[in-house]
């Protein structure tokens, strides 16, 4: 009803109030209950109205009524007025009313105030209390003033007065804002010694704290402290946090490992859920939880699932068996792998075309390359397309077995069945060449797949790089890394790094230099690793003059002070 009537509807509702409630005893409840009502709504000066009609007829506000306008004007100084017209009415104050008026102060950035204001409270029915104490605190910590947060959380304790998990919260996040991780470090500890246990808040701020601070290793450790704490359980938060410390670190291995931890425990926990619920799982259910662990390494885990699908009644599917056979294939247990094929044979389960390219990729780990072709022709006696990928791993598996021939002969296959090669087809036709044939060939290959446009990967252009660095070819290799820039791809300093780096090993000083110059020649500034492999090269060569000459290049780019 208020909202709809609005702001400036006060006058009109006490008149009616006036004339309605005025006999009843209860009148002094229905007053307070609208002065309250406006407050909550936000319609202060309504409010204010509706108190001064009840001063008139000697009604008293209740000091809720009184706290709700005093938050609503504690960045104001008409907060005074209310607060005085507290203490003239008599009404009992509590814990809350202190505190606003703190807030407000600290809000208004009067700290002296603020303190003045506990100092005269001390003693009194409501003396301060530690949310009180809290405010001020946050609000020093808000405005990067650490040390008199550290103040007044001494002043706290000078008072009698325990600080509670949101006080150590606030301080320890503080502190590591203004760059004291030690500090904070320790007032965990201190925390923990006064029977406070750090909750999952303390754990983010901590972590967030170690991922500002590039300490990775530190955050990783209280994930793991975390871990070991019953009570508390590491969130999406906690692991965004670190995820996003190690991509911006550049370790996106380990943030990759983590967001595999996350998923995995979450779809742990609502498996969980769902048995105690006694809600059976589907095969889809299970097929994921097998892939989270085999994702993890926790292959013996998932081989239980395996079991546990049985037990709920259920049939295993191609996808489960797959699933695992490839977990197997990574670990190396071929045997294990047989094992599941043998059992999906016997329940009269079909493989499937990625349950075959796993088995071939089995085999060819064994070195049983034949096998493997042969149920290639399996494959399409059962009219199975293989993919680009089934194809990859056996032309793979000739390359190790140094039958370049083979290899080939598998690559005009694919063409025959109108299966077109990948990128990766051509990289490992290239390195294999480059690895158990001729580079010349492999030279020729890349110049063929050039003239027919066919779209090549920066690996292609980086192994060849490698093998002419390897014969110590340098203007071969110039020549193919100038190719790999105008075909467009990135190109870091690692890359010019990799090859001086590949030159520098074979003692090949000369063409090191001469790539060293071409790296400079494109803008490129060379960072201390490139010049201490440099300057090693030339000591164990004895080019005293190239060492000279490249100090003085290190000079000039500040990278040794003389």
């Known amino acids: 009803m208020l909202q709809e009537e609005g702001t400036g509807s006060a006058p009109l509702l006490c008149k009616l109030l006036f004339s309605s409630f005025k006999s009843w005893d209860s009148s002094n409840v229905v007053w307070d209950m609208l002065a309250f009502i406006y407050s909550r709504f936000g319609m202060v000066h309504d409010a204010l109205f509706v108190l001064v009609k009840m001063k008139e007829q000697n009604l008293r506000p209740s000091i809720q009524t009184y706290n709700s306008l005093l938050y609503n004007l504690r960045h104001t100084d008409i907060m005074w007025d209310v607060y005085n017209d507290i203490k003239d009415s008599g009404a009992p104050q509590s814990a809350r009313t202190s505190s606003i008026i703190v807030d407000g102060l600290c809000g208004q950035s009067r700290f002296q105030d603020a303190v003045f204001f506990l100092r005269q409270n001390d003693g009194k029915e409501f003396a301060p209390s530690v949310v009180s104490f809290n405010t001020i605190i946050s609000r020093s910590c808000k405005l990067g003033l650490a040390d008199v947060a550290k103040s007044f959380f001494c ?15 606030i301080l320890i996040h503080g502190l590591i804002v203004a760059g004291s991780m030690e500090e904070a470090l320790e007032l965990t500890d201190d925390m923990e010694k006064q029977g406070l246990q750090p909750d999952m808040v303390t754990y983010k701020i901590i972590a967030k ?3 500002l601070l590039s300490l990775m290793s530190g955050a990783r450790e209280i994930i793991q402290k975390m871990l070991t704490d019953e009570k508390v359980k590491p969130d999406l938060v906690t692991y965004t946090i670190l995820i996003c410390g190690h991509c911006q670190m550049g370790n996106i291995e380990e943030a990759l490992r983590l967001r595999r931890d996350l998923l995995s425990s979450e779809a742990v926990r609502l498996y969980k859920k769902l048995r105690d619920k006694a809600i059976t799982p589907s095969v889809v259910t299970f097929n994921s939880l097998i892939y989270g662990f085999c994702k993890n390494r926790k292959v013996v885990e998932a081989r239980r699932l395996l079991d546990t699908i049985k037990l709920h009644g259920l049939e295993p599917s191609a996808v489960t068996y797959t699933t695992l056979m490839n977990a197997y294939c990574e670990e190396g247990n071929i045997n294990k792998l047989h094992e599941l094929l043998l059992e999906m044979n016997l329940k009269g389960i079909e493989p499937t075309l990625v349950t075959y390219t796993v088995v071939i990729k089995g085999l060819c780990k064994q070195r049983k390359v034949e096998e493997s072709v042969q149920l290639l022709e399996d494959m399409h006696a059962k009219g199975l397309a293989p993919d680009q990928i089934t194809y990859n791993t056996i032309i793979q598996c000739f390359c190790k077995a140094k039958d370049m021939r083979k290899a080939f002969e598998l690559l005009d296959e694919m063409l025959i069945r109108n299966l077109e090669p990948t990128p990766a087809t051509y990289n490992i036709l290239i390195d294999g060449l480059c690895r158990y044939g001729d580079v010349k060939d492999a030279d020729c290959v890349l110049v063929s797949l050039q003239e027919r446009n066919i779209s090549l990967t920066k690996v292609a252009y980086t192994t060849m790089i490698k093998a002419h660095c390897v014969r110590g070819d340098a203007q ?4 193919v890394f100038h190719q790999m820039v105008e075909k467009g791809f990135e190109v870091s300093i690692k890359d010019y790094s990799a ?6 090993k074979r003692c090949l000083t000369n063409e090191a230099k001469y790539f060293f110059c071409i790296m400079l020649s494109d803008g490129v500034t060379p960072d201390q690793e ?19 000459e490249l100090l003085a290049v290190m000079i000039k780019f500040g990278l040794l002070h003389d």
């Not at 002043?155 to 919260?169: E, R």
């Not at 071969?476 to 020549?479: I, L, M, N």
């Open 155 to 169: 002043m706290m304790l000078k008072y009698g007065i325990l600080p509670d998990t949101y006080s150590y919260n």
């Open 209 to 211: 704290g170690f991922h």
């Open 476 to 479: 071969r290799a110039v020549k």
């Open 499 to 504: 090859v001086i780096n590949r030159l520098c």
């Open 530 to 548: 490139i010049f201490e492999m440099m300057l090693n090269a030339f000591h164990r060569a004895g080019h005293v003059h190239s060492v000279f």
